[in-house]
């Protein structure tokens, strides 16, 4: 048993009889269901809606297991809440099986808490701040470490209380700047998030340990696969941070790996391995060139090896010997901006991830003409790290422009660049910033092989907080020699309704969805797919049994036709279909494994005992 203590069993399955889920939080359970589609307030659409683009969402969407309401607020309709529901209750018992305990606290939120903290600010445009009827300053909480901190610290005062983790599955509020595909990226969604709390870093370490586990043995449970990178913290603020992030071409994260060592990170926490400084001696000096018309790093590129530079370097010049400055406007939390210029070779653009996630919790914008109106010396397309430093102007670089290191770069003046200008002799940057974008064929930062990059959807993050939030609200207890120990916080947080879209993206085809056995809305889908009165009759004593087994099945007991019903029943995607139809006179029921796409004749006497087998697999 896990050292979180608080041991809570997982409630198994029964084999047969009153197999029910999902249970809440107290361990209540429903009965196993018969639903019938003539019933089901179900509409299935036949046209992709317009605003989909991507997959999970045209699907769930035309198999009518959400609605939109808007941008990024979505109804949950039957099916749809069913597979909600299992996907909830599959991290319930997961994180109740590490002994975390389930609690719920408000989403509507006093502004005090997130004051002390300064994310009433930091939060930025994301967060939705509102008024009460009084003027009292509210928000919707977009993730909850404050209240949390809090909530501990008010019933417990002994080390002998700890450790402790709490958590809830409830909806987050955050005003996406861009909400997309559904559920995928919503304004409200749901969030199973995790609070752990101990009284040192090792069991901090054990705790964060235990979130990891408990979180591939819920993916994997989920079918869906995934990798763990590395991450940065974000506006969670603390250090060691690991994402969960599902494959899929339409993940909006992208994720390095070096296959010959293993590691693995989100784009936005690669750290640049820097060369090895070179010696300043003997360098040739610098030298102004006139350099009419280069305002790119390709025309200067050319400009250099046609007017005999390559010489000075026994090679041809490429891109990756020019420095080039880009200016940013950061936004800072309390409304000031400064401008600052990044230096990066000139073989690679600035990634804006990367460049946002470097410099949270400020805002990046962009440069106006009234902005280089105010600063002359910014001269575009020649702008150089001396006339950025000379009027005040913070410099930072990428890693790679280590002391020693010679550029081409602009010279502060139209038409003007410098060539050979050595960091560390000619300019010294104000600090380093990883900014540049991270490339294919990159060396990892363990130096021992290529990275390649891929795409991911963020289902689920861990952090080793710290003491950022009990710093903030003292959150001490009495330790064991009589002294107050400030307890040490974890954050985890799991995409509930995201991990809905992901499984639709990753477990659909091109006939509709298909949920692995644990997200399944229903186990069963049956159709009847005969007039005659005697295989109706045979179809409710077969749903009967079933259910009577522990099954949950829809049946499709609707006067349409086999082939609407075989449509649906693709659309919909139980992971079984079974076929009440014409064999039903000589015996034979059809069951289809929609993952496979398989059919097997079943007789109709062995029905219960073949699906039981099949299901349960
Ligand atoms: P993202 O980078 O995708 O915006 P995040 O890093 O802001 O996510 P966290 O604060 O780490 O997200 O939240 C924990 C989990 O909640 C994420 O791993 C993700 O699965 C889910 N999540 C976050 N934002 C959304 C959203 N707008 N819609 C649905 N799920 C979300
Ligand atoms: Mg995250």
Redesign the pocket.
Known sequence: MSRLGRTVTVTAVPATGNRVWPANAQGLRWATVITRLSRLFLRTLRDDPADAEVPSHKLLVRAGYVRRIAP?VYSWLPLGLRVLHKVEEVVREEMNAIGAQEISLPALLPRDPYEATNRWTEYGDALFRLQDRKGADYLLGP?HEELFALTVKGEYNSYKDLPVTLYQIQA?Y?D?ER?RAG?????E?I?K?SYSFDLDEDGLKASYNAHREAYQRIFDRLGVKYVIVAATS?A?GGSASE??LADSPVG??TYVVCRESGYAANVEAVVTAAPEPLPLEGQPEAQVHDTPDTPTIATLVDWANGAGIAERYGRPVTAADTLKNVMVKLRHPDGKTEIIGIGVPGDREVDDKRLGASVEPAEVELLTDADFAANPFLVKGYIGPKGLQANGIRYLVDPRVVSGTSWITGADAPGEHIVGLVAGRDFTPDGTIEAAQVRDGDISPDGRGPLVSARGI????IFQLGYKYTDAFEVDVLGENGKPVRLVMGSY???V??MVAVIAEQQHDDKGLRWPAEAAPYDLHVVIANKDEAARAGAEDVVSALNAQGLDVLFDDRTASPGVKFKDAELLGMPYVLVIGRGWAEGKVELRDRFTGETEDVPADSVVEVVLARVRG
């Open positions: 990024g993730t987050k955050r996406e909400p559920i995928l990226r919503g304004r969604f969030m998030d974000g969670m994402e969960f909006e994260d963020e289902i689920g993050h947080g799991v995409g309704s995201r």
